[in-house]
């Protein structure tokens, strides 16, 4: 552990995990945190409850701002363990000169997210700070939501299951940092930032029952996968072929050595469920846009106990790792 926090960090892999689980998980140690999951279940599993904050810069991006991925990425963990996002709170730390007319933008941007996942803030906090103390804005929520599904749970994941991909990977980190340094492309890379609970909602209610889903936000699908593979002692294995990724995505990795399941998803998740589910759920899963590119990407193993495996198409396998180092900090 380094003697002061670096960005790298902040990454979601493997230095934010070891942050988090020397400094956070041990002094504030109870059965609950100790579960990991996206959201925490209480109320004798009647109540999904989480919080997130959000730095990401630049605050406005191709297919989405700050306002919007808030709302997404809090009501998407609630989602992740079957419950219906209801209630948010919002704090805001604004910056000494902020345009009033970007937080106006900000926060209608904030209500329509809301909106489709039926939900409201009732509670809320601003608090401004003299320039320079923060970049223009930051934001926090938690949220509340009925758990209408139990049991759904990194834990629960086994051999045997079939696991999905709601979509293309990797979109909303490449946009982000496109969008951050000028990258000018051919045709241009949108972030897959979008709420998720519509798309879990169908699952539930057309019989699906996914052992664990997960939102595969910082560090991606290769920390997403890490994670399930800790938690439940079983080796994922992925066939690296099957993993969607745009043409766009591919380029911005060719070009500056990114992996793309390295890259952050905001309206991206991962499905763990059984095997004669999978081609129903995939097919519920395409009824939605920009889901036309979901995917059976592989199965639950115990070859390998707490490792994911990436099979190549041309017959050889290696591990896939957590990310490592300094990739793309302030990408939520």
Not at 99 to 120: D, K, Y
Request: proline share 5%.
């Amino acid at each position: 552990m380094n003697r002061t926090i670096t960005l790298a960090q902040g990454n979601g892999g493997e230095e934010n995990r070891e942050l988090i689980s020397r400094l956070f998980f041990k002094p504030l140690a109870n059965e609950i945190l100790e579960r990991a999951e996206d959201a925490a279940v209480i109320e004798e599993g009647r109540l999904a409850f989480t919080t997130d904050s959000f730095t990401v810069s630049p605050l406005f991006f191709p297919g989405g701002d700050i306002g919007k991925l808030s709302v997404c990425g809090t009501c998407n963990d609630l989602a992740m363990m079957g419950a219906r996002p209801k209630y948010l709170t919002l704090g805001v730390i604004l910056e000494e000169g902020f345009e009033t007319q970007a937080l106006e933008r900000i926060v209608e941007s904030l209500s329509r997210e809301l909106n489709r996942n039926g939900a409201i803030v009732v509670a809320g906090d601003t608090k401004v700070v003299p320039k320079g103390s923060v970049d223009g804005v930051f934001l926090n929520t938690s949220g509340i939501g009925e758990i209408l599904v139990e049991g759904i749970s990194a834990s629960r994941v086994c051999p045997g299951d079939a696991i999905l991909v709601s979509r293309d990977i990797g979109r909303h980190g490449a946009a982000i940092f496109a969008g951050r340094e000028g990258i000018e492309l051919s045709s241009a890379v949108e972030s897959d930032c979008a709420s998720l609970w519509p798309m879990v909602e169908a699952l539930l209610k057309e019989g699906i029952t996914p052992h664990a889903m997960r939102d595969a936000t910082r560090g991606g699908v290769a920390s997403a996968l890490g994670e399930w593979a800790e938690a439940s002692g079983v080796s994922p294995e992925i066939d690296e072929g099957a993993l969607p990724v745009s043409a766009e995505v591919a380029g911005i990795c060719e070009m500056l050595g990114f992996e793309a399941t390295a890259l952050a998803n905001e309206g991206t998740f991962l499905l763990a469920l059984p095997p004669g589910e999978a081609s129903r759920a995939l097919e519920i899963l395409r009824r939605f846009e920009g889901n036309e590119s979901a995917a059976i990407i592989g199965e639950v193993t115990d070859r390998y106990p707490g490792r994911v495996v990436l099979r190549s198409s041309w017959g050889t396998s290696r591990f896939l790792e957590m990310p490592t180092g300094e990739l793309l900090p302030r990408i939520c």
